[in-house]
């Protein structure tokens, strides 16, 4: 069964994944941003420039696994092509440690991927773009790599995630595939719905609202789950405890909230839904070119991942929303701010009063927006209460029925609940209803990889120098001409218009690339801030 390359952007440290492979040299050294994956007994020394790792090469050999008791396991790869071939390039020679690495981490048993995923997940990042000496040849890596990766993945089975340090990395990487078949092994329908939502996002039509369906990845609690460990915490006796699964959620909650104490169950939700590793959907959803995004979530993952590739994603209701960012509206709270997350039936009724507020933010997308629901069973009584007001207002005022306002990403084939949506949204399924849930969350991801492919401006690499070899003549022409613009235009200018004019050229890749200067920074899982992803896109 073969194995998918997504291409993400995200910080590769705090990436869910089962097998990392960290860029070194022959000596050893590491760059200090990698040092949060290593145990701290094979580090022998650290400095600004870097980490010594206490290990030892066998023989010729380019690939080292470092010894470890978790589930991640990290594979030290030389990148660093010190042979003294002038005039010869180092691209095939770090290819081939690409491969080596893959085939070693391939010999590594795993029985049970990370959080119940249908696939182990091997992260990478654009390896030798650092202190390996390609960080000017970023294209022609790029176009060389993902056939390497995909080839790995065809014949050993996993799935790679090759995770990007920047801007201008993700746009180009996402132009190389747009340009070949990328793998995406999508039934047509599903195809054509990612070429919709992609056409969407790009113009600044889509807006996302996610539910827990997207945490499970990362190892939190489904609804269910979360009512099981509040019953564990609060030692409920057996009886009690057996009648819980005959009460509504909510009731359970408010049973669990009296037995604990609002105390207790603030500091549980904050401590359970605090900051961590974030799954792969987190991460596909916060790379996608969207301003506004919704969710019924508790956790913070999916506005990390976005802090982790530059993006600063205003929390809603408990920051103030800024001109041309991206904000994410927390309709049942937030575990940073426990005393606000709703959870019993008494906090749901209050919803409808005191946070009607917050629920006409969702109202407004709904009518003004295409929403994308990701990860989300749409038997919330909000959401339900929330399309119901929707559907009336556009009644009253004569729309035409059949509107449909958003998508809905189903993991499984469910007509009934399709059929009871069908005026409000469509719903689209990732496989029948016999297909095991993990495999249709992987396949939903693999959707998520295509939108993201499709929806990213084409532009975000047009100057940075590194991806010279990916244009055309043409558009090597607009570049030198932007250039020349680029030096014109100081970039502490007090100047409106130059201001402007400035962040466009940032968001075209001007001034973003590790080929600037002479000593390029060394592979590193994050990036600087994102300028191309803060853009005001049009209604």
Not at 139 to 161: S, Y
Not at 256 to 278: D, H, I, M, N, Q
Not at 413 to 433: F, K
Request: hydrophobic letters at 40%; charged letters at 25%.
């Amino acid at each position: 069964m073969s194995g998918h390359v997504f291409v993400v952007g995200a910080d590769l440290t705090r990436l869910s994944c089962d097998d990392v492979l960290v860029p070194t040299d022959r000596t050893l050294r590491v760059a200090p941003s990698w040092c949060s994956l290593l145990p701290p007994d094979v580090v022998t020394e650290t400095d600004a420039g870097g980490a010594c790792v206490g290990l030892e090469w066998s023989g010729a050999e380019r690939v080292l696994e470092v010894p470890g008791d978790g589930d991640r396991r990290v594979w030290l790869v030389d990148t660093v092509d010190d042979r003294g071939h002038e005039g010869e390039s180092s691209l095939p020679w770090l290819l081939d440690g690409a491969r080596q690495a893959l085939a070693a981490v391939a010999r590594r048993e795993v029985a049970h991927p990370a959080h119940g995923r249908a696939r182990r997940l091997v992260g990478l990042p654009a390896l030798g773009t650092g202190w390996g000496g390609a960080a000017g040849q970023r294209g022609a890596l790029l176009q060389q790599l993902l056939p390497v990766l995909r080839e790995a993945a065809g014949e050993h089975g996993f799935d790679v995630a090759l995770v990007l340090r920047g801007p201008s990395d993700l746009a180009a990487a996402q132009r190389v595939r747009r340009g070949e078949d990328g793998g995406w092994d999508l039934p047509d329908d599903l195809r054509a719905l990612a070429q919709q939502l992609g056409d969407k996002a790009r113009r600044g039509q889509l807006a996302v609202f996610f539910g827990a369906g997207v945490s499970a990845a990362a190892g939190l609690p489904t609804w269910e789950e979360l009512v099981d460990e509040l019953a564990e915490a609060s030692g409920l006796a057996g009886e009690l405890r057996e009648g819980l699964s005959r009460l509504p959620p909510q009731d359970s909650a408010a049973l669990l909230a009296r037995e604990l104490g609002r105390e207790r169950l603030e500091t549980f939700v904050k401590e359970r839904f605090g900051p961590g590793s974030y799954a792969l959907a987190h991460a596909l959803i916060a790379d996608l070119p969207v301003q506004e995004f919704v969710t019924t979530n508790y956790d913070p993952l999916v506005e990390q991942a976005a802090a982790d590739i530059g993006r600063q994603v205003r929390v809603l209701p408990f920051e103030e929303a800024a001109p041309g960012a991206p904000w994410l509206l927390k309709l049942h709270g937030d575990a940073a701010h426990p005393e606000s997350v709703v959870l019993t039936r008494e906090e749901y009724l209050q919803f409808g009063d005191t946070r009607a507020a917050l629920a006409g933010v969702l109202h407004s997308l709904l009518l003004t927006r295409h929403v994308l629901f990701v990860g989300t069973s749409m038997l919330d009584d909000d959401l339900i209460r929330i399309a119901h007001q929707v559907r009336s207002a556009l009644q009253m005022q004569g729309s035409a029925t059949g509107r449909r306002n958003g998508t809905v990403l189903a993991l499984r084939e469910d007509l009934a609940r399709a059929r009871l949506w069908e005026q409000d949204v469509e719903t689209v399924a990732m496989g029948p209803a016999e297909i095991p849930p993990a495999e249709a969350a992987r396949r939903l991801e693999v959707l998520l990889d295509l939108i993201g492919c499709l929806s990213t401006p084409p532009t975000g690499y047009l100057l940075d120098p590194a991806y010279r070899g990916l244009l055309d003549e043409e558009e090597c022409a607009l570049a030198d001409a932007l250039q020349s613009v680029a030096g014109a235009v100081r970039e502490d200018s007090g100047s409106t218009a130059a201001q402007e004019v400035v962040a466009l050229l940032r968001r075209l890749g001007h001034g973003g690339s590790a080929s600037d200067g002479d000593d390029p920074p060394p592979d590193a899982p994050t990036a600087e801030r994102d300028d191309r992803m803060q853009e005001q896109r049009p209604g």
